[in-house]
C-alpha cells in the first residue's frame, strides 16, 4: 500500500508556525507594553507594597503673654501605627496592644483589617507607653514621634486663646485666628523597606524636615487675667448668676490685658465642655448697655453744645414717649438736676430728655462714631458687630428707649472701646489681642499698633471724665472707688429683651460697671458684665465691687504711681 504524500501536512504544519509566531509576537508586544509604556505605573504599584510616606508634623509654634509667660506650648508625644498587611497574628497582636493602648480589641482588629499599607493605631500618646510598644517588637507595629498642644495655664483665657486639635491645626480662639502663623510646614519621611519592615539598603529614602511654626506675643497679661478671672468668677458664682464677662483693656492702644469669661473650661480636655462656654461672649455676643450709655448720650449733648455739665434740667418723676411711660429705677418726686448729676445718678428721665433735645439723627450719629454699630475690627474670629436700628426705622418710643441704652445692642468690647474714647482724649483705638511675632529665627516682628480716629473733642472728653468721676464719687458707683487713685466709670443696669425679640424677660438683667483710672492719665480701663444675677440687678452693687478689685490690682501690678 503506498504511503501518503508527506507535502499535504505541509499547511497545517505552516499554520501551526504562523500561530507560534503570532503569540510569539503578542507575548512580546505585552512585554515590551507593559515594561516601557506601562513600566511607570507598575513601578508605582511596586513602591506602593514597600514603600512608607510619613508626613512629619511641625511643632505649633508657642503663645506668650505679654511679659514672656508661656501660654501655649507643644509637647513631644508619641504616635503608633500599624501596616495591616505584615501582622501575621492580629488577634494575638491586638490583644497585646489593647492594654497598653487603653483600646478595645475589636477596635484594633478592624484597623488591621484595613486593605492600605498604613493606619494610625493611637495619636499623641505618652511617650512611656509608645516605648513599651516598640520593646515588643511586633512586625507591623511602628512609631513616631509627634507634638501635641498643651496649655499650662489650664482654664486661663481658655475663650480668648481657643484650642487646636488633634492634628495641630487652630480650632477656635487666637489658634484659629493666628493659625497659618502658628501651625509651621511638615516635613515628609519617604523610605522603601522589605517584608519585616526593614529599610531596603539603598531603596528610596527621602527626608525633608518639618518647620516649626512662628511664635505670638499677646497683649494679655496672665497675672491681671488670673485676678479679672478669680473676681468675675467669685461675683458669678454669689450672686447666682448665669455667666459674667470681664474686660481690661489700655485706653491709649488698644491692648487687651485681660478678656475673662465665667464659667470657663480647661483648655486641655476642651472636647469635654458645653458648647455654651466655648464662646468668648465679649465679642462674639451684644447685650443691651443700659444706663452705660448714658455716657454716649451726654457726650454728644456736650459735643453739640446742647448742654453744659452745669445746665439744669428739671426732671418730672416719669415722662411719656409715644406709647411709653419711662421712670426712674428708684422712685422720686420731680426735681432739678444738671447734666452732670443726669450722668451720676444715673437718671431715666434725663437721659431721655437729652435725647430728645439731640434729636434722632445727632444721637445716632454719635452712636456710630463711637464705634457702637461696626465691628471693632480686633484680632478675633467671629466676632459680631452689634445693632442700633437707622433713624428711618425708629419707633415713637425709640427716642424714649436708646438714650438710657435699651433698643439697641452692643458687644461689650465696643462698649470698652467707646469708654476709652473718653479716656483718651477723646481718640478711639482699636483693641487687639496680639502684639508680636516671633519669627523662626527668633527675630521679633512688631505688630503695628491703630493710630485711632478722632471721635470727640479734648474738651468734652475732659468734661466727660470730671463728670464720671463723680458718678464714682458721689452716684451710683461708689462701689467702684480705690484707694489712692482717681477713677471715673459708669453704672448699667439693663433688662434682658426676649428671644423673639419682642418685650423683656421678666426679672431677668444684665448688670454692669465700665470706667478708667488714673483720671489725670487714664492706663487703665475696664469693664465688668454679671448676666441674669439671681440675688441682685444693679450694676453698682454686683459689677462695681469686682471692677474695684480688678482695677486695684491691675494698678499695682502695672506699676502705676498713685495720684492722691
Given at each position: 500500500m503506498a504511503r501518503k504524500p508527506i507535502v499535504k501536512k505541509e499547511p497545517r504544519l505552516l499554520f501551526l508556525l504562523l500561530?507560534?509566531?503570532?503569540?510569539?509576537?503578542?507575548?512580546?508586544?505585552?512585554?515590551?507594553?507593559?515594561?516601557?509604556?506601562?513600566?511607570?505605573?507598575?513601578?508605582?504599584?511596586?513602591?506602593?507594597?514597600?514603600?512608607?510616606?510619613?508626613?512629619?508634623?511641625?511643632?505649633?509654634?508657642?503663645?506668650?503673654?505679654?511679659?514672656?509667660?508661656?501660654?501655649?506650648?507643644?509637647?513631644?508625644?508619641?504616635?503608633?501605627?500599624?501596616?495591616?498587611?505584615?501582622?501575621?497574628?492580629?488577634?494575638?497582636?491586638?490583644?497585646?496592644?489593647?492594654?497598653?493602648?487603653?483600646?478595645?480589641?475589636?477596635?484594633?482588629?478592624?484597623?488591621?483589617?484595613?486593605?492600605?499599607?498604613?493606619?494610625?493605631?493611637?495619636?499623641?500618646?505618652?511617650?512611656?507607653?509608645?516605648?513599651?510598644?516598640?520593646?515588643?517588637?511586633?512586625e507591623g507595629i511602628g512609631v513616631v514621634k509627634e507634638s501635641k498642644r498643651y496649655y499650662p495655664i489650664g482654664s486661663l483665657a481658655a475663650q480668648t486663646l481657643g484650642f487646636a486639635g488633634l492634628d495641630n491645626k487652630g480650632l477656635s480662639g487666637l489658634e484659629l485666628y493666628y493659625d497659618k502663623v502658628l501651625q509651621g510646614k511638615p516635613g515628609q519621611l519617604i523610605k522603601e523597606i522589605d517584608p519585616l519592615g526593614r529599610?531596603?539598603?539603598?531603596?528610596?529614602?527621602?527626608?525633608?524636615?518639618?518647620?516649626?511654626?512662628?511664635?505670638?506675643?499677646?497683649?494679655?497679661?496672665?497675672?491681671i487675667q488670673y485676678q479679672a478671672q478669680q473676681k468675675l468668677e467669685k461675683a458669678v458664682k454669689d450672686f447666682g448668676a448665669k455667666n459674667g464677662i470681664a474686660v481690661v483693656m489700655n485706653p491709649k492702644t488698644g491692648d487687651i490685658y485681660a478678656l475673662a469669661n465665667a464659667p470657663s473650661f480647661n483648655l486641655n480636655?476642651?472636647?469635654?465642655?458645653?458648647?455654651?462656654?466655648?464662646?468668648?461672649?465679649?465679642?462674639?455676643?451684644?447685650?443691651?448697655?443700659?444706663?452705660?450709655?448714658?455716657?454716649i448720650t451726654a457726650a454728644a449733648a456736650l459735643e453739640e453744645n446742647i448742654a453744659q455739665p452745669q445746665s439744669p434740667y428739671y426732671l418730672p418723676p416719669r415722662i411719656r414717649v409715644a406709647d411709653r411711660v419711662i421712670k426712674e429705677a428708684h422712685e422720686r418726686g420731680g426735681r432739678t438736676f444738671t447734666l452732670s448729676q443726669i450722668v451720676s445718678k444715673s437718671s431715666n428721665v434725663g437721659a431721655v430728655i437729652l435725647g430728645i433735645k439731640l434729636g434722632k439723627n445727632k444721637l445716632y450719629k454719635y452712636i456710630e462714631a463711637f464705634?457702637?454699630?461696626?465691628?471693632?475690627?480686633?484680632?478675633?474670629?467671629?466676632?459680631?458687630?452689634?445693632?442700633?436700628?437707622?433713624?428711618?426705622k425708629w419707633s415713637g418710643s425709640s427716642i424714649g428707649n436708646i438714650p438710657f441704652g435699651q433698643g439697641l445692642s452692643v458687644t461689650p468690647l465696643q462698649m470698652i472701646m467707646a469708654i476709652s474714647t473718653v479716656a483718651n482724649d477723646g481718640i478711639s483705638?482699636?483693641?487687639?489681642?496680639?502684639?508680636?511675632?516671633?519669627?523662626?529665627?527668633?527675630?521679633?516682628?512688631?505688630?503695628?499698633?491703630?493710630?485711632g480716629e478722632k471721635v470727640i473733642s479734648s474738651?468734652?472728653?475732659?468734661?466727660?471724665?470730671?463728670?464720671?468721676?463723680?458718678?464714682?464719687?458721689?452716684?451710683?458707683?461708689?462701689?467702684?472707688?480705690?484707694?489712692?487713685?482717681?477713677?471715673?466709670g459708669k453704672t448699667g443696669t439693663a433688662q434682658k429683651p426676649k428671644k423673639n425679640g419682642v418685650g423683656y424677660?421678666?426679672?431677668?438683667?444684665?448688670?454692669?460697671?465700665?470706667?478708667?483710672?488714673?483720671?489725670?492719665?487714664?492706663?487703665?480701663?475696664?469693664?465688668?458684665?454679671?448676666?441674669?444675677?439671681?440675688?441682685?440687678?444693679?450694676?453698682?452693687?454686683?459689677?462695681?465691687?469686682?471692677?474695684?478689685?480688678?482695677?486695684?490690682f491691675s494698678l499695682h501690678h502695672l506699676r502705676i504711681a498713685p495720684e492722691k
Open positions: 500561530l507560534f509566531i503570532l503569540a510569539f509576537l503578542v507575548i512580546g508586544a505585552r512585554l515590551v507594553f507593559i515594561q516601557v509604556v506601562q513600566a511607570k505605573k507598575y513601578k508605582n504599584i511596586a513602591l506602593k507594597e514597600h514603600v512608607r510616606h510619613l508626613e512629619l508634623p511641625p511643632a505649633r509654634g508657642m503663645i506668650y503673654d505679654r511679659e514672656g509667660e508661656e501660654m501655649a506650648i507643644s509637647v513631644e508625644m508619641a504616635t503608633v501605627y500599624a501596616t495591616p498587611y505584615l501582622i501575621k497574628d492580629p488577634r494575638r497582636v491586638s490583644a497585646k496592644l489593647a492594654p497598653l493602648l487603653n483600646m478595645r480589641k475589636k477596635r484594633l482588629l478592624k484597623k488591621f483589617g484595613s486593605d492600605t499599607g498604613f493606619v494610625y493605631l493611637a495619636r499623641k500618646i505618652d511617650q512611656k507607653k509608645a516605648q513599651k510598644i516598640q520593646d515588643l517588637k511586633i529599610p531596603i539598603p539603598g531603596g528610596v529614602f527621602k527626608f525633608s524636615p518639618s518647620r516649626s511654626g512662628k511664635s505670638v506675643v499677646l497683649t494679655l497679661d496672665r497675672d480636655h476642651f472636647s469635654q465642655a458645653d458648647e455654651e462656654i466655648l464662646r468668648n461672649k465679649a465679642i462674639t455676643d451684644t447685650f443691651e448697655p443700659g444706663s452705660t450709655m448714658k455716657v464705634g457702637l454699630t461696626e465691628q471693632t475690627k480686633v484680632d478675633f474670629p467671629g466676632e459680631v458687630k452689634g445693632y442700633t436700628p437707622p433713624p428711618d483705638v482699636r483693641p487687639r489681642l496680639v502684639s508680636r511675632i516671633i519669627e523662626n529665627d527668633g527675630e521679633t516682628r512688631v505688630l503695628k499698633k491703630d493710630s474738651q468734652t472728653a475732659k468734661e466727660m471724665r470730671s463728670i464720671l468721676e463723680k458718678a464714682v464719687l458721689e452716684g451710683t458707683g461708689k462701689a467702684a472707688q480705690v484707694p489712692g487713685y482717681r477713677v471715673a424677660e421678666p426679672g431677668k438683667y444684665a448688670a454692669s460697671f465700665i470706667g478708667f483710672a488714673p483720671l489725670r492719665d487714664p492706663q487703665i480701663a475696664i469693664l465688668v458684665i454679671i448676666d441674669e444675677p439671681e440675688k441682685g440687678m444693679y450694676g453698682g452693687t454686683l459689677a462695681a465691687p469686682a471692677f474695684k478689685e480688678i482695677m486695684q
